[in-house]
């Protein structure tokens, strides 16, 4: 994807998930775009990864089963790091939103 597209996608993904109802997931699609999707693939796929009761219990108990997830791969380091423990309850409601079972699917 080019830059810029990739900008236009992230600028109106954000403007359509402006409702307060909304805040966290759209939080969460931004960071998850951000830090997740080199390695995952867009956030479909992303949170098609998992049904939402198995995102409840990988991010359960502080991120622990994540965590574990990631440890000995590249994202090891950004997983126990402090930015990752403030935005995971943000990523885990947007990849719980659009959990494989949920039925729901992210505008982009
Ligand atoms: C540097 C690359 C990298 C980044 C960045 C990364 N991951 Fe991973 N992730 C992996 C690898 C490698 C595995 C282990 C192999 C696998 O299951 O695909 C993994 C495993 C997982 C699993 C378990 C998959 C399963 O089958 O149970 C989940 C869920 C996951 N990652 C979510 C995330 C989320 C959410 C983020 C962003 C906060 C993220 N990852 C960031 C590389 C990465």
């Not at 939080?27 to 995102?55: F, P, R």
């Amino acid at each position: 994807m080019k830059p810029i597209s990739f900008f236009l996608s992230v600028a109106v993904c954000t403007g359509i998930m402006t409702s307060p109802l909304f805040a966290d997931v759209a939080k969460g699609q931004k960071w998850y775009t951000k830090e997740c999707k080199s390695c995952h693939g867009n956030g479909t796929k992303g949170a098609g990864m998992h049904t939402q009761d198995e995102w409840d219990e990988l991010f359960g108990n502080d991120n622990e089963q994540i965590i574990k997830k990631h440890i000995g791969t590249p994202a090891e380091a950004y997983f126990k790091g402090e930015s990752f423990k403030n935005r995971s309850k943000d990523i885990r409601d947007f990849l719980f939103e659009y959990g494989s079972d949920s039925g729901n699917v992210p505008a982009c």
